[in-house]
């Protein structure tokens, strides 16, 4: 699977974007997918999960009630809209892809593929 997340930008503190993950491969579909971001000076963060059907999502809690991830199978992408952002949600957001069918995949290590990020920048 590669990936191709688009979408950033630069934003005022409440507005919004909607970042985007393309995907290629025939297996798109089984698997579950995640959203991390990384700030500078900073690891790499859990952001949001969506499981391989759509019907199962987590989120950190930094981001919930304001992010809201959804995938598309018939398009192979998966989406992360983002609302009422922060300065703090400056940072670098890449997109992964889980091979595992059945794991609720909330860690790094737990993804078997990333994008190559795109950067949202929000200025206060």
């Known amino acids: 699977v590669q990936l191709q997340a688009s979408g950033g930008g630069l934003v005022q503190a409440g507005g919004s974007l909607r970042l985007s993950c393309a995907a290629s491969g025939r297996t798109f579909s089984s698997n579950s997918m995640g959203w991390f971001r990384q700030a500078p000076g900073k690891e790499r963060e859990f952001v949001a999960f969506?499981?391989?059907?759509?019907?199962?999502?987590d989120y950190a809690d930094s981001v919930k009630g304001r992010f809201t991830i959804a995938r598309d199978n018939a398009k192979n992408t998966v989406y992360l809209q983002m609302n009422s952002l922060k300065p703090e949600d400056t940072a670098v957001y890449y997109c992964a892809a889980d091979r595992d069918l059945y794991r609720r995949a909330l860690r790094l290590e737990d993804y078997d593929y990333w994008g190559q990020g795109t950067l949202v920048t929000v200025s206060s």
């Open positions: 969506i499981s391989w059907s759509g019907r199962s999502t």
